[in-house]
């Protein structure tokens, strides 16, 4: 892992000088119990980065996931954190961008960027309620549409029961 | 009956594509033809699907919640039900993942053996993919050449750990059991025998002109759309993306045997088809290497905060039996920090993300399974194809329903 850090680290330099304050922090795998770069960046400049990552000779252009971790702690002021997991084809290295959002606070579509990410956003709602702007389609997609509460967030009760009687019925807006 | 008057209707538009009426079809999520529980509703204009879009999470279980919820060796049995077609791989990958945050290193004979889990996965995987591909398409007698192999091939893993299909082979650290005595010359024994069988089944169906007919230029996805939707695995390669995480990342002993990583050009179902076979092939290289490279000795890790007691120690003393109860009960912490670990299963990029806050239970275990994503693709894929052709692409990509709804 220590022989990319080199590369991880011209890479990093790079992006701060096109973005400069957007980037609030950078941890790197020597520093930091992590094991590829996590770059913290500030949610209005996150599709600039991301095209940034994807078009650039770094190649970020794969992307892995996008997930959110819940972070409920007293006095922070964010709430959940936005988790991007890219990968480059050519230089086959991996790098993760984070951003954090209060709760009710919305975060830019990826969609426009990789139509893949249409899906990986609607879970990502559906299981933490952030809402991204812009998306398509944004509405549950592992549980039914009619399900109350957003069971990843770590206040969500472990036990209980929701029982619809019958099926999801067939909405023809959804077709595309 | 009822007599058609020829005079009347046009005698080229048998099922009314002339007509403007358009119909909408749902299909699953108990339709046979579905792999499970899917669900997908068209909108066809005669046989041609016009829209369409996909539903799942019918067997939703929550897994990345569980994964918050239990310690880190009670999850090991959840990451069978994932892709369950190829059980051993989602073992073998968790326990990276989490071998990966507490920094272990395994000695070489369990390494190999994980290496002999991941390919035999494989193959099993590839030849149910490929085989309910043809059935769906109405080969039958095809699925069972490979059936048969598949069942000697889970006749091996039930040496390994005493189970087919839900595994539970892995430990942090190590492995449930030892391979037993002549393990090595039985797989070589295998690997011989399915190498025949499959070359058996390439010339049974790969020319057959019904087969081609139906799957050649059918649901093409191509390298933009496969960048653009993150497909990973064989259904990437078959549409020209060199991209293979065995090479490219690799872990375990993959950078030491030798293998190829086949690559096509045209990304439609034909091609999905023929990838699987020629995976197969390297795949069954990979093991024979394997089964002469493995030497006897340990298959568990130094480390003493995820050493599983011997049974010897647990009954007869004291000590034993007290770590025994808090192994079990407590779990071991994990340091803080966090990791995605990847691997290449046998249909894409399998990543565990886990977030760790030093306690027992991970903090966030996201499951990144390639299905998900393969699975969203396919709306696209059948656009303007027939009806009788969204079975063929749908077959074609390998949907497992385990790891797509988690």
């Keep these: ?176 | 009956m009822k007599v058609v008057d020829w005079s009347k209707e046009d005698p080229d538009d048998l099922w009314g594509n002339a007509s403007d009426e358009r119909i909408l079809v749902n299909i699953g999520p108990t339709h046979p033809a579905m792999h499970g529980a899917l669900r997908m509703v068209a909108e066809l204009q005669g046989e041609t699907i016009e829209k369409s879009y996909c539903e799942f999470g019918f067997t939703h279980r929550a897994k990345e919640k569980l994964g918050e919820n239990r310690t880190y060796h009670n999850f090991i049995v959840y990451t069978d039900r994932l892709n369950y077609c190829s059980a051993l791989i989602n073992n073998v990958v968790y326990a990276m993942s989490v071998e990966k945050l507490m920094g272990i290193e395994l000695p070489e004979r369990c390494i190999w053996i994980r290496m002999i889990c991941c390919e035999l996965a494989r193959i099993t995987d590839h030849l149910i993919c490929i085989g309910i591909n043809a059935v769906d398409l109405g080969a039958f007698s095809f699925f069972l050449y490979g059936f048969h192999q598949r069942e000697e091939a889970y006749t091996l893993i039930e040496k390994l750990c005493g189970a087919r299909l839900t595994t539970s082979y892995t430990r942090i650290g190590g492995l449930m059991a030892d391979a037993p005595e002549g393990f090595e010359q039985e797989l070589q024994a295998w690997v011989v025998k399915t190498l025949a069988v499959i070359e058996e089944m390439d010339r049974l169906l790969s020319n057959n002109k019904i087969w081609k007919k139906r799957t050649v230029g059918v649901g093409v996805f191509d390298k933009e759309d496969c960048i653009q939707y993150s497909f990973s695995g064989p259904n990437a390669r078959a549409a020209g993306i060199d991209f293979d995480l065995r090479r490219d990342q690799p872990c375990m002993f993959y950078r030491e045997v030798d293998f190829e990583v086949p690559i096509l050009k045209n990304g439609d179902v034909y091609d999905r088809y023929r990838i699987r076979f020629e995976e197969m092939k390297q795949s069954l290289q990979i093991l024979q290497q394997c089964a002469s490279r493995m030497k006897k000795g340990p298959i568990w890790c130094e480390d003493k905060r995820v050493r599983i007691p011997d049974k010897d120690v647990v009954h007869n003393t004291m000590e034993g039996m007290i770590y025994h109860f808090k192994f079990f009960m407590q779990g071991f912490e994990v340091p803080e920090g966090e990791a995605y670990t990847q691997f290449e299963a046998a249909n894409g990029e399998l990543g565990f993300y886990i977030v760790s806050k030093g306690r027992a239970q991970a903090h966030r275990m996201r499951i990144r399974g390639p299905s998900f994503w393969h699975y969203q693709g396919l709306s696209r894929m059948i656009q303007g194809e027939k009806i009788a052709d969204m079975v063929a692409a749908l077959g074609s990509i390998n949907i497992i329903a385990g790891e797509l709804d988690r």
């Design chain 1, 1 to 176: 892992m220590l022989e990319h850090i080199e590369l991880w680290q011209s890479q990093v330099m790079e992006l701060k000088e096109a973005f400069g304050e957007s980037i609030l922090e950078v941890r790197m795998p020597r520093d930091f119990p992590v094991d590829v770069p996590v770059i913290y960046l500030e949610k209005k400049h996150l599709l600039e980065v991301l095209r940034f990552l994807k078009e650039r000779e770094c190649r970020y252009s794969f992307l892995s996931d996008i997930t959110a971790t819940d972070e409920q702690e007293e006095g922070l002021p964010w709430r959940f954190e936005v988790v991007y997991q890219l990968f480059s084809q050519i230089s086959k290295l991996r790098i993760r961008i984070k951003v954090r959002v209060a709760e009710g606070e919305t975060v830019p579509t990826s969609v426009p960027l990789w139509a893949g990410a249409n899906w990986a956003e609607r879970e990502v709602y559906d299981m933490f309620g952030i809402v991204f702007e812009g998306h398509p389609d944004l509405r549950r997609i592992l549980m039914d549409q009619r399900w109350v509460g957003h069971p990843l967030r770590k206040d969500y009760a472990l036990k209980g029961f929701q029982i619809f009687t019958d099926s999801q019925s067939i909405d023809p807006s959804w077709l595309k």
